[in-house]
T-cell receptor, first 118, second 111 residues
Framework: GAVVSQHPSWVICKSGTSVKIECRSLDFQATTMFWYRQFPKQSLMLMATSNEGSKATYEQGVEKDKFLINHASLTLSTLTVTSAHPEDSSFYIC??????????????FGPGTRLTVT | RKEVEQDPGPFNVPEGATVAFNCTYSNSASQSFFWYRQDCRKEPKLLMSVYSSGNEDGRFTAQLNRASQYISLLIRDSKLSDSATYLCVVILNTGGFKTIFGAGTRLFVKA
């Protein structure tokens, strides 16, 4: 199946610093990637849709200036959490759509990045 | 009302049991449907797509009922390794492609 990687897998940072998370599709080109956040015992919440070569589309309530998304190539999208605060501590997961997959809406998820802001 | 609703469980079943999960969705513009499984502190993994005609993959059977707006997942002959959270996922196509996750149903299979 399609493989998506994320880096780093976990990060601890101090309040006020910025953290960049990378999401890569390893064996296919993904024109669309998604960024999700998941708090303990809750479902995944879509933060934004990342489109290669254009601006990301953010969900309501997600600050675009705080969560910067860049999708510079067909295999890489990055999420930068700027001026992180403890309430940003969460599990961030990206996913990518394989346009050549059996079902054009199937998403393949990265392993996630656990962010802890102290 | 949530766009995608699932019984959170947990479902506690013995090995070998058959267990069924249901999921309801509220938006008639929903276009595609999936079941994912998520293990604790891991990412979701695609289990199967769901079609109106029903589809089966080994011990797993998924069914879609568009008229009643629900999807189901049946697991036969449960294994210990089936213990996980099962996520119902609905894709909306309202001019754009939007993914809605259910909150998940927790399954524990015990020996």
């Amino acid at each position: 199946g399609a493989v998506v990687s994320q880096h780093p897998s976990w990060v601890i940072c101090k309040s006020g610093t910025s953290v960049k998370i990378e999401c890569r599709s390893l064996d296919f080109q993904a024109t669309t990637m998604f960024w999700y956040r998941q708090f303990p015992k809750q479902s995944l919440m879509l933060m934004a849709t990342s489109n290669e070569g254009s601006k990301a589309t953010y969900e309501q309530g997600v600050e675009k200036d705080k969560f910067l998304i860049n999708h510079a190539s067909l295999t890489l999208s990055t999420l930068t959490v700027t001026s992180a605060h403890p309430e940003d501590s969460s599990f961030y997961i990206c996913s990518a759509v394989n346009p050549r997959g059996r079902n054009s809406y199937e998403q393949y998820f990265g392993p996630g990045t656990r962010l802890t802001v102290t | 009302r949530k766009e995608v609703e699932q019984d959170p469980g947990p479902f506690n079943v013995p090995e070998g049991a058959t267990v069924a999960f249901n999921c309801t969705y509220s938006n008639s513009a929903s276009q595609s449907f999936f079941w994912y499984r998520q293990d604790c502190r891991k990412e979701p993994k695609l289990l199967m797509s769901v079609y109106s005609s029903g589809n089966e993959d080994g011990r797993f059977t998924a069914q879609l009922n568009r008229a009643s707006q629900y999807i189901s997942l049946l697991i036969r002959d449960s294994k210990l390794s089936d213990s996980a959270t099962y996520l119902c996922v609905v894709i909306l196509n309202t001019g754009g492609f939007k993914t809605i996750f259910g909150a998940g149903t927790r399954l524990f299979v015990k020996a």
